[in-house]
């Protein structure tokens, strides 16, 4: 039997990040959103574990037991009984690798998932969330999707229902930026952490673009953009050609640009195509749903 499964990339609407705690991370209260961008994973039964990676950025991808995806199987067949000992399992990452969207996050979701649906485990989302977080601060939400407040280390989510869509740019990089990294520059540039305090009308500026434009915040920006100055460039072009207002994706470096409409969008994703720090543009919508099974 074989299970397929797409998983969206996430933006973070806000990322807001208090300061380093005992136990190595960083508090924060943040907004998701997924994207129609997608990995897609496919699993097979086999003896043992075995991981195959295509499509963007797949040779930057280790694909043994430090991918997030092979780990999240080993996790699963630990604790549960499987039809067989190991699987292959194949991505096609359409996701930037180490680009500030989850990618890696995404397809151990989406290993999950597939575990779940191909062993008949009936875990449920409350359950794979748990093991998700375990694994990622943002594995849980590559499993609930849509748009949610996160806090904790991001793991602890609160859907929001407000029906809401949004029209995005992706500028996405030449490699990628190493989490711990940009974090450890955070440390440097905010030893005293930032405020967890959303400001108050950022739910009702939602439902508007023009709203949420001047609201959109990632206090990881400063700390990406001191290890790649060039992104600096990058968000400026994109506001330049009509962009209502852009911003790093996490930790980085891929930039992305909120637009008015898809004529808008259209119009900053041909002024950024040409940019030398630009290695590929995306136009894409959110919310849309998280991790699901699509045949199984
Ligand atoms: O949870 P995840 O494995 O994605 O985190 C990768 C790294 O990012 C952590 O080891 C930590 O250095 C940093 N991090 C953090 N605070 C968070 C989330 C991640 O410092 N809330």
Redesign the pocket.
């Known amino acids: 039997m074989t299970v397929r499964v797409r998983v969206p990339a996430k933006i973070n609407l806000a990322l807001c990040v208090g300061a380093?705690a005992d136990d190595?991370?960083?508090?924060?209260t943040t907004v998701f959103e997924a994207v129609d961008l997608w990995d897609e994973l496919t699993l097979r039964p086999a003896d043992d574990v075995r991981l195959t990676i295509t499509g963007e950025g797949a040779d930057a991808v280790p694909t043994g037991p430090a991918n997030l995806a092979h780990r999240a199987f080993t996790r699963m067949a630990s604790e549960f009984a499987l039809p067989t000992p190991g699987a292959v399992l194949e991505v096609h990452k359409a996701i930037p690798v180490a680009g500030g969207m989850a990618g890696g996050?995404a397809d151990a979701a989406a290993t999950l998932l597939a575990v779940d649906a191909w062993a008949g485990l009936g875990l449920g989302r409350d359950r794979l969330g748990r093991i998700a977080a375990e694994l990622?601060?943002?594995v849980p939400f590559a499993l609930l999707g849509g748009l949610a407040r996160g806090t904790g280390?991001?793991d602890r989510l609160e859907p929001i229902t407000r029906a809401v869509s949004h029209t995005w740019v992706l500028a996405l990089a030449e490699g990628g930026l190493s989490?711990?990294a940009v974090?450890g520059r955070f440390d440097e540039l905010h030893p005293a952490g930032c405020s967890l305090h959303l400001s108050p009308g950022f739910d009702a500026a939602l439902a508007d673009p023009r709203s949420l434009a001047p609201l959109l915040r990632n206090d990881l920006q400063a700390a990406s953009l001191a290890l790649r100055p060039a992104l600096a460039d990058v968000l400026a072009a994109g506001e330049r050609h009509g962009a209502l207002a852009g911003l790093v994706s996490g930790s980085g470096p891929t930039c992305v640009f909120l637009c008015a409409d898809t004529d808008a969008a259209a119009r900053v994703a041909a002024g950024l195509g040409g940019h030398p720090e630009v290695a590929g543009v995306r136009c894409v919508t959110g919310p849309v749903p998280g991790a699901h099974v699509v045949a199984a």
């Open positions: 380093l190595g991370f960083h508090p924060l996050s990622g601060s943002d280390r991001g989490t711990p974090y």
